[in-house]
């Protein structure tokens, strides 16, 4: 095939997709594998998409998204930053805001700086752009160290990626880590991408966006994980107004749009506090720690719905392999999201019947060896 372009060769196939396909075959799976809420859209909601999808809200939003839900985000993260230049806009997920920052900010031989552990896109966007990805290592703690982080900058550096509460880690930042890498990006003039798709998922102390400290800081959001609408592809990108309005030229030749019904629906969405929610991943959160804490290595998670911990023999493929062979257990390869083969990831947004089989396998399965 010489007609596929030489990027293509940069990257394979998302190892969690793998897992997807793979569950999809099984007959009673224990899918610890989905980054996805396993609650329901709330019902007013659906109504509200029901509603914009009856009443022939069907064709194409402006690029920059429902005038209505904009209007709305941008007195919420005014009343929050209080930044005079800070403009938002509606993205496909953070998924297209993160395609959009990347194509609007990276030149060919840029360097984007990742922390390792990381989600999947951060290390494969850069180099479809042509730029260089560098990798600031966070083990054994995950947490940001930011003198190493110091250490990884050049002049070539054009872009830090900025994750918590963490996938895959589901550790979240202390509010210092988060204050000396937002001022430290501001110092070099590196632009900081906070990606905040789980900010409604912090349990054991407030949610702190680098935003707070560095006005120049690009945030990517949704409304995907924190209302369980992920397929809806409804999410909104903010930030300094130029970069903003670079970014939408480029979603007019992209994306187009997100969907527009969608976000009539999004614009209930705002009205809604996923609390309850969020009450009952703490308690999924609680009982992932217990069960586990006596088989496995593992840095307890503070936010997202994600759990990272070490294998207990073998690499990472050997024992995932093993888990999805003998327990039809669905967990992902560390090495999906690392340059390191030590770890698993887990997700705990299951059904409380799935997450108990899930921790007994994983029990039987350390005892092995």
């Not at 009450?279 to 720690?289: C, G, L, N, P, T």
């Not at 690499?315 to 770890?343: C, K, M, N, W």
Request: proline share 7%; glycine share 6%.
């Amino acid at each position: 095939m010489n007609w596929l372009a030489d990027r293509m060769r940069l990257f394979d196939a998302s190892g969690i997709r793998r897992v997807f396909e793979l569950g999809a075959k099984l007959a009673h799976p224990i899918n610890l594998s989905i980054g996805q809420p396993d609650f329901d859209v709330p019902e007013p909601v659906r109504q509200a998409a029901l509603q914009a999808i009856q009443s022939r809200k069907n064709t194409y939003a402006l690029s920059q998204g429902l005038p209505e839900l904009r209007e709305k985000l941008q007195a919420q993260i005014q009343s929050e930053y209080g930044h005079p230049d800070r403009d938002v806009f509606i993205t496909c997920g953070t998924s297209g805001g993160l395609v959009l920052a990347m194509m609007a900010v990276v030149n060919p031989g840029d360097e984007v700086i990742v922390f390792d552990p990381y989600f999947v896109m951060y290390e494969v966007l850069p180099k479809l752009m042509g730029g260089q990805v560098v990798y600031v290592d966070t083990y054994p703690d995950f947490r940001v160290d930011v003198d190493r982080l110091r250490r990884a900058i050049t002049p070539r550096t054009k872009a830090i990626i900025w994750n918590s509460p963490t996938n895959p880690t589901g550790v979240m930042a202390t509010e210092e880590e988060v204050r000396d890498v937002a001022e430290l990006a501001s110092k070099h003039n590196i632009l900081l991408i906070s990606d905040e798709i789980y900010r409604a998922f912090c349990y054991d102390r407030p949610f702190v966006s680098p935003a707070r400290f560095n006005p120049d800081t690009l945030v990517l959001d949704a409304f995907s994980k924190s209302h369980g609408m992920p397929g809806w592809r409804v999410g909104f990108a903010h930030g300094p107004r130029p970069l903003i309005q670079e970014m939408i030229k480029l979603q007019q030749y992209t994306f187009v749009c997100a969907p527009h019904p969608f976000q009539w629906a999004a614009l209930t969405a705002l009205d809604i506090a996923p609390s309850e929610q969020i009450a009952h991943y703490r308690r999924k959160r609680d009982r992932i720690v217990e069960g586990l804490k006596d088989f496995y290595e593992m840095v307890p998670p503070t936010g997202a719905f994600y759990a990272f911990p070490k294998v207990p023999w073998g690499t990472d493929r050997e024992f995932v392999e093993e888990a999805i062979r003998e327990y039809q257990l669905l967990i992902i390869p560390g090495r999906v999201f690392s340059r390191r083969a030590t770890h698993f990831r887990l997700s705990f947004a299951a059904s409380d019947e799935i997450l108990e089989r899930g921790i007994e396998a994983l029990q039987r399965l350390a005892r092995r060896r």
